[in-house]
Structures are given as structure tokens and as C-alpha cells.
């Protein structure tokens, strides 16, 4: 087992293996920890206190470590349970358990990203002082699918893979501020957002930026600033300046996406059975993007 000790001691180690410093990591351990101590108290003991063999991730802080090194590394739980010097059964089993706890925590810091606004009143309610808003799709490859129907659905034209797709609206800061539920590549972000309608929670004095993967919903809101398209037979002239400025305003949109796949849990191609437990992986890495924002 390597020294989780000497990683909390080196910043530089510890943002290498679980994406934040000790500062955020300290910050971030209390509610970890309330949220495991409450899982206890839900499920009855089948031994004594002091019973069974000593666990390998010990305490609280372990446990953390744990969960955020596999976000991090995204290792195989051969690989884990070799580091942790505990049985694979036993990596999957932390990984599953400890996964929902850490999610609860991030929720706690008030950090994780909306699913679904539902009102402007709402959007107003949970981001007081917005200046601007970028929405964007973003994908994670995933394995092949062996269901030729679902071969069709996640087959990303794009990327040339198969992927999986999120919606997400993000500030001017560089938080991803709603993140809709995991859908199959191939669908348009047009269509994507005709489903989810994230600007239509978003107040008309709050500018929201586009690209031209979402022309249309222009003709939908006056607040939306998208990319003038290329006229046919035509070419564009002062025009070319605007889309640079905007293309230049939204690249913290990129940013953003690019922190939250700082996590190899959402950026490696999945790997793992369980269904839909994409989604939670995204969720969560978004939620300590969120937070390692405000806390580092």
C-alpha cells in the first residue's frame, strides 16, 4: 500500500493523485465524513465493534483519498485493490459505496450542478449576480456497444467513436452550473437542448453564448448570441470579427469541461457495468470541479 501520508504532505503530489490541493481536501473531509458516519447508522452491525479484520482505508480520511484517487486515476480494481493492498471485490465494493457519500458532500457545498432548472425564478434563486451564461455539449467515449441498435445511437459522427453525451451551461468563472442527464452521441445539440430547454430558465438581461451546433434556438430567445453562419455562395466580412469575439468570450466554456476532465473517470473510455452510472461519474467530477474552484 503506497503512503497516503507522505501525498497529504506534497500539494503537488496530492492534486496529481485526487485532483485537489490539502487546502480544498481538508475542506472537503468534514462533510465526507458526516455523510459516511450517517450511512452506518442505516444498516445493522453483523459483528461486535472491533470485530473482523483491521480495514486497510482506516479512517475518514483514507476512505476520501480513496474515492477521489479512483476519479482521478480512474485505475482498474485490480490495479486499486494492488495499491490499496485490498482484494479487487473489495475496490469495487469502496468504489460503489464510497461514490453516493462523496456526492452528498459536494451537494452539501452547495457545488454540484442543477440537473433541470425549471423557472427563471429558480435559475435567479440558485445564481444571484450572473453575467453570462455558455451552454454546450460534451461527450465521454465509451466502449463499443454490442447491440447494433445501440451502435447506431452512441455512434459520435464527430469524435468517430462511440460516446456518451452531457448538456451543460456554464459561467463566466468557469463553473458548470447545470448539467442534464447522460444521453446517446449521436443526438444533435439542437435537438438536445429542444428537450432540456436550458435557456428558457435563464433571465433575458443574462447573455448566453452559442455555437452554431445550436442554430435555431436563436429565433427562440433575444438573448442569445450565436456565430453568424457562412451564407452560401457568400463569404463573411466584417462578420468574421464578431465570431472571433465570441469565439474568444466562450473559450471558458471549454475550460471548464477541460477541468472537470482533469478526472480520468469522465474522460478515459468507460469501462464500468452498471447502467447509467456514467451519469453519476460526470456528476460528481463536475461537483469537484465546482468546488475545487472556490476551495483551492
Not at 477521489?68 to 475496490?91: E, V, W
Not at 465570431?243 to 478526472?263: D, I
Not at 468507460?270 to 476551495?295: C, H, K, P, S, V
Amino acid at each position: 500500500m503506497f503512503n497516503i501520508e507522505r501525498a497529504l504532505k506534497e500539494d503537488r503530489l496530492l492534486r496529481a493523485m485526487t485532483g485537489l490541493n490539502r487546502k480544498a481536501f481538508d475542506a472537503l473531509l468534514p462533510a465526507f465524513e458526516a455523510g459516511y458516519e450517517q450511512t452506518l447508522h442505516q444498516q445493522p452491525r453483523q459483528r461486535a465493534i472491533g470485530g473482523g479484520r483491521k480495514a486497510r482505508l482506516g479512517n475518514s480520511q483514507d476512505k476520501l483519498f480513496y474515492i477521489l484517487f479512483y476519479f482521478k486515476s480512474y485505475p482498474t480494481f485490480d490495479l486499486a485493490g494492488s495499491l490499496f493492498d485490498i482484494d479487487r471485490s473489495q475496490a469495487h465494493h469502496w468504489m460503489h459505496r464510497l461514490q453516493p457519500i462523496l456526492e452528498g458532500a459536494l451537494n452539501q457545498k452547495m457545488v454540484l450542478p442543477e440537473r433541470k432548472l425549471t423557472s427563471i425564478e429558480a435559475f435567479i434563486e440558485r445564481f444571484p449576480g450572473m453575467e453570462r451564461v455558455m451552454i454546450d455539449g460534451t461527450e465521454r467515449p465509451i466502449q463499443r456497444p454490442k447491440d447494433p441498435e445501440q451502435q447506431k445511437l452512441n455512434d459520435s459522427g464527430k469524435k468517430r467513436r462511440h460516446t456518451r453525451k452531457h448538456l451543460a451551461a456554464v459561467d463566466e468563472r468557469k463553473r458548470v452550473l447545470v448539467l442534464s442527464q447522460a444521453r446517446e452521441g449521436k443526438l444533435h445539440d439542437k435537438k438536445f437542448h429542444d428537450h432540456e430547454d436550458i435557456a428558457g430558465s435563464v433571465p433575458e438581461e443574462i447573455p448566453i453564448e452559442l455555437d452554431l451546433g445550436f442554430l435555431g434556438v436563436d429565433k427562440q430567445y433575444d438573448n442569445i448570441r450565436i456565430p453568424h453562419k457562412k451564407p452560401k455562395g457568400g463569404e463573411l466580412s466584417e462578420q468574421q470579427e464578431d465570431n472571433r469575439a465570441l469565439s474568444q468570450s466562450r473559450v471558458v466554456c471549454e475550460n471548464a469541461f477541460a477541468g472537470v476532465k482533469r478526472y480520468g473517470a469522465v474522460s478515459a473510455v468507460y469501462r464500468n457495468r452498471i447502467e447509467q452510472f456514467d451519469d453519476y461519474l460526470m456528476l460528481t467530477a463536475a461537483g469537484l470541479w465546482n468546488f475545487y474552484l472556490i476551495a483551492a
